[in-house]
């Protein structure tokens, strides 16, 4: 097993975060309508510069000597000639990876700023700090960091079998590892026995950290974990499980896409 991973997702080592621009350097525009990505019809690159008139813009940072910005743009419009809308999910393998990946960043960034426009607390407009990624109310002082959901995945292993399951809203005959929410208070390794005890009544051990991913569509945090049956036998929780069963290695169900850190944690099987 690999000590470090780079899943989909993860931002490119030369990448630079900053707050604004500085220096001379080409732009990159990651433009969003609604969750739709413009981006150019044959090769699949991002815009040199904005097409669209915009009320407001997020710099992300620098890459290999572009500064990177963001936006979304109101109204649906027509994507110009030669360019069109496109689901992040599905330009994976299509984009080239690091613009991916920093179109995943940029996605969670300016859903970050949309939902803070105006403060949780008084009603009152926010306003970006100057020396960090962060929304301040000057009214009353409330800050506003862009948020981050943890989340853990677990692997179990029992002999030669690994258990997969299936959510209900997974599509069909789709089958995953288990995963759920840390809770407040939480470890991140109570989290996995939980919630491994929770969907399917099995006792696990020896819980071993695999890697993470960054998942903007829910901006979560993705934790991976491996870790061995103990005890119990499976008895699945039906409001949050469908099936569930173990499976060997030379015959296992329709599985998540290499998009997903499940994918990666499953092939470590």
Known sequence: MKSIIQPPFAAPEEFVMALKPEGRGCERWVIFSENKLLIHSTDKTLPDR????????????????????????????????GWEWSDLRQLHGLMDDRSFALSGRALQLINWQQKNTYCGSCGEKM????????????????????????????LVRREDKILLARSPHFPDNMYSVLAGYVDPGETLEQCVAREVFEEVGLRVKNIRYFGSQPWPFSHSLLMAFCCDWEAGEIEIDPTEIEDANWYEKG???????????????????
């Open 50 to 81: 904005c097409p669209f008139a915009l009320e407001s813009n997020l710099y992300i940072g620098m890459y290999e000597g572009n500064h990177l910005f963001t936006s979304r743009i109101k109204e649906p419009k027509t994507a110009p000639s």
């Open 127 to 154: 306003t970006h700090r100057e020396h960090e990624r962060c929304l301040e109310c000057l009214a009353c002082g409330h800050l506003s960091y862009p948020n981050l959901s943890p989340v853990t995945m677990a």
């Open 251 to 269: 015959n296992l169900p329709e599985i998540p896409s290499p998009l997903s850190i499940a994918r990666l944690l499953i092939d470590s099987f």
